[in-house]
């Protein structure tokens, strides 16, 4: 990917939760060491009252609904991939990264991350087990009360606007070089 990008060309990676698409951007950059990421997970309203909430499984309140895309603050989301655009290249990578035409508007490449979902949900769960997180009844629930009738809602139909789907399933630096010679591709 190196060579001659426009500075602050967009690559955007979509995929639901689990898919890969966090792996593939840390390929990206390692591989690019001018290739700037944005990871959409870091943008969702901080206040409940500003986005999108779902009441708690346990009903003692409710919290943000990080499965639906009003969830996502995109005036700040905007704001960083504006700010990153100084760099040769940004990576925005995110479950709803394919969702806003914002977004998508901007972008040379869109790659969206095709991952069965029984594979998804183990990935997620095992991430969450590892940072902690001790209730597998509770990740459950949650998968399939929320996530995956928004994964159906909000992020699968978003397969469509991608220039390029990856099978999730491969190697890692099969998938980075694939979007590499896409992206490079795509600035020609």
């Given amino acids: 990917m190196t060579g001659g990008a426009p500075t602050g060309a967009l ?23 001018d ?13 409940p009252d500003a986005g999108v909430t779902v009441e708690k499984l346990d009903g003692t309140g409710r919290v943000p609904d990080r499965a639906h895309p009003g969830s996502l603050d995109l005036a700040r989301a905007l704001a960083a991939v504006d ?16 969702c806003f035409p914002e977004l998508r508007e901007r972008a040379a490449l869109s790659v969206y ?5 029984d594979v998804r949900l183990a990935r997620k769960m095992l991430r969450k ?3 902690g997180e001790s209730d597998p009844a509770l990740m459950l629930r949650n998968y399939l009360h929320f996530s995956r009738p928004r994964h159906a809602t909000h992020i699968a139909p978003t397969r469509r606007h991608a220039d390029l789907v990856l ?22």
């Fill in 129 to 131: 087990l590892a940072s």
């Fill in 113 to 117: 991350v095709d991952t069965p979902d």
């Fill in 83 to 98: 700010r990153a655009r100084a760099a040769r290249a940004v990576v925005v990578e995110g479950v709803f990264a394919l």
């Fill in 11 to 33: 690559l955007l990676i979509g995929g639901g939760a689990g898919s890969g698409k966090s792996e593939l951007a840390k390929g990206l950059a390692a591989a690019d060491p």
């Fill in 35 to 47: 290739l700037a990421v944005v990871h959409l997970d870091d943008f969702y309203h901080r206040d």
């Fill in 167 to 188: 099978d999730g399933l491969q190697p890692v630096p099969g998938l980075v070089a694939a979007t590499a010679a896409a992206f490079a591709a795509a600035l020609r």
